[in-house]
């Protein structure tokens, strides 16, 4: 009777060391891959327009082999690459278009998104065809919606990211000051200048409070456009461009590879 328990014994033992091993030969056999997936969603200042070179089956959106999220891909080889970054893009349209290639498998998100919904066009419109005063004034409007709508739009937009891409590392991108002040510049006056830029700050402001809160980076491109701001001399900035309006204050090819592109690389 003895010996019948202790051969119970041992093949009970055997049988659970070899259910062990077969467990972690299936597991070893078949890991999840690794979320390294990259999507560039976006406006204007993700999709390349003013950098040229655009992508033909982009249409309107202009995309561009230039851009930064293109650039990026191209150095980086991610797994996917899903450009679906926009001109004139808002956070609905964001919505609306843009995160259907979002997955569990997406490692990294990069995003700009907000100047249209400010109204950024229309700041500059104004501030370039009519005085001071209703230039401060266009502008006071712009801030006030930054402070009373955009961060709920904006809430929707990365709280739908991290839905559908639930282990990415988010990037958000903000946006340059558009003048050097002091000195000359043709077009502007000084108060203008000094306003447009305040404007762009405040919008980054924004931008940087609700990426935190949502666990995002934000990537701040302002040092890296220090320098190369319109009347500077060596801009990376389309100024107002009669012939190609559309890409009248978005980032020249430059602007791209060397002011967008290195604040991406070091948070990525």
Not at 50 to 72: F, Q
């Amino acid at each position: 009777m003895r010996r019948s328990r202790l051969a119970v014994y041992v093949t009970s033992l055997l049988l659970a060391a070899g259910a062990g091993l077969t467990g972690a030969t299936t597991a070893q056999a078949s890991p999840q891959a690794a979320p390294t997936g990259y999507a560039a969603l976006g406006d204007s200042y993700s999709s390349g327009v003013g950098a040229g070179s655009y992508i033909s089956s982009s249409g309107d959106c202009k995309r561009s082999t230039k851009a930064y999220p293109y650039l990026w891909a191209a150095a980086n080889s991610p797994s996917t690459f899903d450009f679906t970054a926009c001109s004139g893009a808002r956070t609905g349209d964001v919505l609306a278009n843009q995160l259907g290639p979002l997955s569990s498998s997406t490692g990294l998100v990069s995003i700009s998104v907000g100047g249209n919904d400010a109204g950024f066009a229309d700041v500059m419109t104004t501030c370039v065809l009519q005085g001071d005063s209703a230039c401060l004034a266009r502008i006071d409007t712009a801030k006030a919606y930054v402070d009373s709508t955009l961060p709920g739009q904006l809430d929707k937009v990365y709280s739908a990211i991290s839905a559908k891409a639930p282990a990415a590392h988010v990037v958000v991108l903000g946006y340059p000051r558009f003048y050097k002040l002091g000195g000359t510049c043709a077009g502007l006056s000084q108060t203008k200048r000094s306003a447009i830029n305040s404007a762009a700050d405040y919008l980054n402001t924004a931008l940087a409070k609700r990426a935190a809160d949502h666990g995002f980076t934000f990537g701040d491109v302002r040092p890296t456009f220090t320098g190369h701001e319109l009347c500077s001399g060596s801009a990376w900035l389309h100024s107002l461009n009669l012939l190609n309006i559309g890409e009248s204050y978005h980032p020249t090819a430059a602007g791209q590879s060397g002011g967008y592109l290195p604040v991406l690389r070091n948070v990525a």
